[in-house]
């Protein structure tokens, strides 16, 4: 298996301008996770899907922030507009949730995406 | 709100010292728990994944083990490889609700 696969592995942007980080879970996982990791607040649950469908975005920053996933396969976070504040490594995770209680597997990470904003 | 705590921060040892990673945890109810580690400018790979019906897990020269009631876990490596030089981190996840991350230990294996 690939494993999660994320692009771009490195952004520098502008501050005010649109910034989309993409991510390709493991196939067969059903469970999507991003987070956000810096030095100063480790790593941040920022919101994850379950069959495609958000479950909990709660720790979205703000409205700048907004992600997607149109299919089993892929997924985006947006940010528009970015600000130097968002300059952190944003990972994608999937695993495989069971049905039955409704925990989650082992969960598996991307290798980042190492953002810059100036 | 479960919060996961994990001291130290950082910790050197020489080479082929056994060690001990703790991390813990504020609210027992968890389903699992799970060891990552992170080397610089790298994602987190998955080390040891716990149920909470277990005690411990073992892979290779690493032992997880939990115990839910103090609140508790412990990584366990053997035989420390200056290759084992990373941070690591455990997560605690409790039934519908957020993996919660502690902020890692970064280890340093001295040759």
């Known amino acids: 298996d690939a494993g999660v696969i994320q692009s771009p592995r490195h952004e520098v942007t502008e501050m005010g301008q649109e910034v989309t980080l993409r991510c390709k879970p493991i196939?067969?996982?059903?469970?999507l996770f991003w987070y956000r990791q810096t030095m100063m607040r480790g790593l941040e649950l920022l919101i994850y899907?379950?069959?495609?469908?958000?479950?909990?975005d709660s720790g979205m920053p703000e409205d700048r922030f907004s992600a997607k996933m149109p299919n089993a396969s892929f997924s985006t976070l947006k940010i528009q507009p970015s600000e130097p504040r968002d300059s952190a490594v944003y990972f994608c995770?999937?695993?495989?949730?069971?049905?039955?209680?409704?925990?989650?597997?082992?969960?598996?990470f991307g290798e980042g995406s190492r953002l810059t904003v100036l | 709100k479960q919060e996961v705590t994990q001291i130290p921060a950082a910790l050197s040892v020489p080479e082929g010292e056994n060690l001990v990673l703790n991390c813990s945890f504020t609210?027992?109810?968890?389903?699992?728990l799970q060891w990552f580690r992170q080397d610089p400018g790298k994602g987190l790979t998955s080390l040891l994944l716990i149920q909470s019906s277990q005690r411990e897990q073992t892979s290779g020269r690493l032992n997880a083990s939990l115990d839910k009631s103090s609140g508790r876990s412990t990584l366990y490596i053997a035989a420390s490889q200056p290759g084992d030089s990373a941070t690591y981190l455990c997560?605690?996840?409790?039934?519908?609700?957020?993996?919660?991350f502690g902020k890692g230990i970064t280890l340093s294996v001295r040759p």
């Open positions: 196939s067969g996982h059903n469970s």
């Open positions: 995770a999937s695993s495989r949730r069971r049905l039955a209680g409704g925990f989650f597997g082992e969960l598996f």
């Open positions: 609210d027992s109810a968890i389903y699992n």
């Open positions: 899907f379950n069959n495609n469908v958000p479950i909990d």
């Open positions: 997560a605690v996840h409790r039934a519908n609700s957020k993996l919660t």
